[in-house]
């Protein structure tokens, strides 16, 4: 073989292991953010409760909630998920809820975990939707987030609203079950959101 030859061999077998290997998907990925937050990406789910989620409520001097943004998307593999980016400050000990409410104000579902830190800064996480025959039981039409602290005694610190923008995607299958991932696992946004 000619030196050119084994050159081009050696060009396409590089080629070729870079494909097979590919860049890691970073779908599944857990939002460094939320755990920096609240110190944990699992959450306690419920779906179609008929919990009242809470009121709009501003937060107290030494805290900062802005809610974003709450977006329907996709993780890098192309599973529908629901994008959430919020610019806060905190103080220790509150606990953190993510609602999400259909076109008439029916919670979806609910996600609560953690326990707040001393955080200044931008938190965004996804939550996959779908995935294995279950899937979040959304509907159709608009969709409302609501981002609270609530303090472990149940009053509600702070607690901002904000229309999903996007449209919900179709999903099919059963609700998820206990302890299923969907839903379950904030994970962590495309680089650059």
Not at 35 to 53: K, S, Y
Not at 130 to 148: F, N, T, Y
Not at 151 to 179: H, K, Y
Request: charged share 20%; with cysteine.
């Amino acid at each position: 073989m000619t030196r050119r030859i084994r050159l081009a061999a050696l060009a396409l077998l590089a080629l070729g292991l870079l494909a097979a290997c590919g860049l890691k998907d970073k779908s599944y990925a857990t939002s460094p953010s939320l755990r920096a937050l609240i110190g944990t990406t699992t959450g306690n789910v419920a779906f179609r409760t008929g919990e009242t989620p809470p009121a709009p409520k501003a937060p107290p001097a030494d805290w900062e909630l802005h809610f974003s943004l709450a977006t329907f998307s996709r993780l890098e593999n192309e599973q529908p998920s629901l994008q959430v980016v919020l610019q806060v400050r905190t103080r220790p000990g509150a606990g953190f809820e993510f609602w999400l409410l259909d076109e008439s104000g029916s919670v979806v579902a609910r996600w609560s975990a953690g326990a707040t830190t001393s955080y200044v800064g931008t938190v965004c996480f996804q939550l996959e939707l779908a995935r294995d025959g279950e899937a979040v039981p959304l509907g159709q039409g608009d969709h409302r987030a609501i981002v609270a602290f609530r303090e472990f005694a149940g009053d509600v610190i702070a607690a901002r609203e904000a229309r999903v923008t996007g449209s919900p995607p179709r999903l099919a299958g059963t609700p998820p079950a206990p302890n299923s991932p969907v839903y379950r696992e904030a994970l962590a946004c495309p680089k650059g959101s």
